[in-house]
């Protein structure tokens, strides 16, 4: 008998965009980096905090592509 691997399938875990910081941002959303996770910050601390992830289409650069790619990862509270 062979002994096989198993990789288990770990759905990563959602991300509050009203109280993570920049670096929790950058880390577990695609397509975000740390100078765009910054800003996301800076929307919030400015505008105050969100009250739905479309919200994030009020940051210059972060468009529907990159919003519907990460929306399950997403979340308001």
């Given at each position: ?17 009203n109280s993570a910081s920049a670096e929790q941002l ?38 529907r592509k990159t919003l519907e790619r990460n929306r ?6």
């Amino acid at each position: 008998m062979q002994k096989q691997d198993s990789v288990a399938m770990v759905a990563p875990a959602a991300v509050n965009i009203n109280s993570a910081s920049a670096e929790q941002l950058a880390l577990a959303l695609s397509g975000i980096g740390s100078a765009k996770a910054a800003e996301i910050v800076a929307y919030r601390a400015e505008h105050g905090a969100f009250s739905s992830v479309e919200e994030l289409l009020n940051i210059k650069g972060i468009g529907r592509k990159t919003l519907e790619r990460n929306r399950y990862r997403l979340v308001v509270e």
